[in-house]
């Protein structure tokens, strides 16, 4: 065997737990994948509208981290949160806006948006076209936070974030 060439291994001693490749299946205008179910976003109740998540990545694979797909309906926004763990996103599709901390930021696809450690952060598709984004979290991660009665008056009283959240 040459030292230079790769191995070859045998897919039934592979070590990934799904498919290696599963193919993109953009369906009713809607991004999804071979064998990757469209998921609820959180369970009811939890102040959002018109999003959903699909896990690309994840425990299944072994992996230490999770790729999420979120899409956002025209409209729509996710939960207002913050939680210890970081997020890394890439947007995909559509335009919107989204809080980090205090801030707002205009979104479009390739924008890169890092959510620091306990940052507030919501994500807010424009009225006319979806919001499709790539999350990257750890897979051992911690709940989110919802803001308390004291904290959601401070964001509602901010002069950028007060006029942005959805509560």
């Known amino acids: 065997m040459n030292p230079h060439e790769p191995e070859e291994i045998p897919l039934e001693t592979s070590p990934t737990h799904t498919a290696p490749v ?26 959002f509208q018109g999003i959903t998540r699909q896990v690309l990545f994840g ?26 763990h970081e997020h890394a996103v890439l947007i995909l599709r559509g335009q919107g806006r989204v809080l980090v901390d205090e801030a707002v930021y205009a979104i479009r696809p390739f924008d890169l948006v890092h959510v620091p450690s306990l940052a507030w952060h919501q994500f807010r598709a424009d009225a006319d076209e979806p919001l499709g984004f790539l999350c990257l979290v750890p897979c051992d991660r ?12 401070a964001l509602r009283a901010h002069s950028v974030a007060g006029s942005f959240i959805k509560l």
């Open 22 to 47: 599963r193919s993109f299946q953009p369906t009713s205008g809607s991004y999804g994948w071979d064998n990757v179910a469209v998921l609820a976003y959180k369970p009811a109740d939890t102040h």
């Open 59 to 84: 425990e299944a694979e072994a992996l230490a981290s999770e790729l999420r797909y979120f899409e956002i309906e025209p409209g729509g926004y996710s939960t207002l949160e913050k939680h210890r």
């Open 142 to 153: 911690d709940r989110p936070q919802r803001p308390m009665p004291r904290e959601a008056a």
